[in-house]
């Protein structure tokens, strides 16, 4: 499958001789006005694809940094429903495309053709739901077609080779590799069978981007070597919310490392 | 079983982070390997018997069933396994499971009321295993003489400050725990619950309980039991006690939930009463949520009954009616608490107080000689000390 939005940015990229920087940010965090500065922002810095957190209560795959970012945009009063109508009205202020980040139970109360209509609508590019396996992602994944929606999934270092196809298989946009064995903003540590594992996920042809505990420039720099893209979460989540007025230097010192 | 693997009609599956299938697909095949292991199961059913203290008595609880002047009431009593609750079946199975068959030196566990804590760190000692549990602040200080318990067995326990401070932030953090050390770690699930094959591999690891009850009622009556009756936090008691009579069309069986401080308060862990259907920590269940799909608080003056979801089996078996779910109170459950203590010198566990509060409720409308078989899935010392505090006595 040739994917949407967010693969045909990729593509793009890599036409040029470039990796993809991709950051992350909650929405609602600390509100949905302050998240559409921070789009913009992102966008002014260079992002090429920008991932955008909702908000749940119990984020098991995240560590402490994103936890609480999203125990504070649920303390505003953010939801999946409201960040859709959000996403709508900020169509067309920025031309990178947004990758939607949720858990699967915020889309699973939604209505899951509903979501996917409505993200549509609202120009979503992409999705990534991290505790959706692919064995259980059949209407997901349907859905995601139907509407023009990437979907991505992640392969861990964890993962078997027969896991790997089918995780690379299931993914349109690009296929998400988990540096590490563990959860977002972990130190980054690599395993000694990266290079490997990585090449072989690379083998079948699809982009991949790297994330999970990419904090600094140098690692950034580092990771962009095997990779067509690399994303950083939990830093940038933790700038924004401790020296905001550091925020727009800081990432333009990731991308320019990318 | 519904025919998609792991799912129970349209409840179950298996929704977890990436990182984490390759070991839910190798304890999966250890699952298989050791149903058909004949030296992993009579070492199990050896423990069982000897360490464990296994098959637990049926007892005919003659003064409960005079003063309610109705149905005979046996109680299963869970209460005098090894460690005082029926969590130790299931903690043994897979403590053994984790280092005979998949060579881990790690266990790691939620627990709620301690008592699953207490059982994993048990089996832990007894297989040589190092052992950490994750528990949250609201139920260490609920039941601090259960963290005692496990520090002296030689586990660390852990304690977690999220969200509701309560048992499903202890699985957060042992999910977490478990996908940053999953190749040396063995996660010990301390119910029917969670992403495929857990809920199987508990209930098989329980399923001990109903069938001794079965074999016990006919010994005793000669006839199978009107009604079943357990208390259903995650829901392996009652699992465990019901898989054995589920094609006996006649036995009725009856889940009871945590009803907190009523339903309309919304102080309450009652999934059917209260809940919908979502997808949670691995499965797809019933959950207390919000219509954004985000988790609710619950409460329950037991904190093993304190948790948003339930088993996808019991889902399931609410569906096609073949299992009736209600709740009691934290009123009523402490009344049984006392009534039990007093008229049979049994102290029941507050989760179990809950299954003996409906048996109060039911049993004088049912005819003398009907039987009712309510599960006392452990003991109540741990909770002397909060019923205590309830009732403004200072120990
Ligand atoms: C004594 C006792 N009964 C019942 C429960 C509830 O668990 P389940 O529904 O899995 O039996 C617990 C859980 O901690 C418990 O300790």
């Known amino acids: 499958m040739k994917g949407f939005a967010v693969r045909g940015k990729l593509e793009y990229i890599k036409k040029q001789g470039k990796k993809a920087f991709i950051p992350y940010i909650m929405a609602g965090d600390p509100s949905l006005d302050e998240t559409a500065k921070r789009l913009k922002l992102l966008h002014e810095a260079g992002a090429d694809l920008i991932e955008l957190g909702v908000p749940f209560t119990d984020p098991l795959a995240d560590g402490p940094t994103i936890q609480r970012a999203a125990e504070r945009a649920l303390n505003s009063g953010t939801t999946l429903r409201k960040i859709i109508s959000f996403l709508h009205d900020f169509k067309g202020s920025i031309d990178t495309p947004i990758i939607l980040m949720t858990y699967l139970n915020p889309v699973f109360c939604y209505g899951i053709e509903k979501f996917f209509h409505d993200a549509s609508e609202a120009n979503v590019a992409g999705v990534i739901f991290p505790d959706l396996t692919v064995e259980e992602s059949d209407s997901y994944r349907d859905f995601a077609k139907a509407y023009g929606i990437d979907t991505i999934f992640l392969v861990a270092p964890t993962s078997t080779p027969q896991r790997v196809k089918k995780v690379v298989r299931s993914s349109t946009g690009f296929v998400y590799y988990v540096s590490i064995t563990g959860i977002t903003g972990t130190e980054l540590r690599l395993e000694s069978t990266f290079n490997e594992h990585i090449n072989f996920v690379k083998s079948f042809g699809k982009p991949v981007c790297v994330g999970f505990g990419v904090s600094t420039p140098q690692e950034a720099k580092y990771v962009a070597k095997f990779a067509d893209g690399v994303i950083v979460g939990s830093a940038i989540v933790k700038i924004f919310h401790e020296a905001p007025e550091r925020a727009y230097e800081f990432i333009k010192s990731l991308r320019e490392a990318v | ?395």
């Open chain 2, 1 to 395: 079983m519904g025919k998609k693997r792991g799912y129970f009609g349209e409840y179950g599956g298996c929704f977890v982070p990436e990182t984490l299938m390759p070991a839910l697909e190798e304890l999966e095949r250890a699952f298989q390997r050791a149903k058909r292991d004949k030296n992993f199961n009579a070492e199990f059913e050896s423990l069982l018997k000897d360490y464990v203290g296994r098959p637990t008595p049926l007892y005919f609880a003659r003064r409960l069933t005079e003063h309610l002047g109705g149905a005979k009431i046996y109680l299963k009593r869970e209460d005098l396994a090894h460690t005082g609750a029926h969590k130790i079946n299931n903690a043994l199975g897979q403590a053994l499971l984790a280092s005979r068959l998949m060579k881990k030196q790690r266990i790691i566990a939620e627990t709620g009321a301690g008592q699953h804590g207490v059982a994993t760190a048990t089996g832990a000692a007894l297989a040589g295993l190092s052992c950490d549990i994750y528990m949250g602040t609201e139920d260490i200080r609920r039941q601090k003489l259960n963290v005692f318990r496990m520090n002296l067995l030689g586990a660390r326990v852990i304690p977690v400050d999220t969200g509701s401070k309560t048992l499903k932030d202890a699985i957060n953090e042992a999910l977490r725990d478990w996908t940053t050390n999953v190749r040396t770690t063995h996660y010990v699930l301390g119910t029917v619950f969670g992403p495929h094959p857990y809920p199987l591999l508990v209930r098989y690891f329980q399923s001990v309980i109903g069938r001794e009850a079965k074999k016990q009622i006919i010994q005793k009556e000669g006839k199978l039991p009107e009604v079943l009756i357990a208390c259903v936090g995650g829901g392996s008691n009652s699992i465990g006690l019901f898989s054995a009579f589920l094609d006996d069309k006649d036995v009725k069986m009856i889940g009871v939930e945590a009803g907190g401080k009523g339903i309309d308060t919304g102080l309450h862990a009652a999934r059917f009463a209260g809940g919908a259907k979502g997808i949670f920590q691995g499965c797809l269940s019933y959950v207390l949520e919000n219509k954004d799909g985000n988790i609710l608080q619950t409460h329950s003056v037991s904190a093993g009954l304190d948790y948003a979801s339930v088993g996808p089996e019991h889902a399931y078996l609410k569906d096609t009616g073949r299992v009736t779910y209600t709740y009691a109170t934290d009123e009523e459950a402490l009344q049984s608490f006392e009534l039990l203590s007093r008229l049979e010198g049994i102290i029941p566990a507050l989760e179990s107080a809950h299954a003996v509060a409906l048996a109060v409720k039911i049993a004088p409308k049912m005819p003398k000689d009907s039987v009712v078989i309510v599960n006392l899935s452990g003991r109540g010392d741990k909770d002397v000390q909060e019923v205590a505090r309830i009732k403004g006595i200072s120990l």
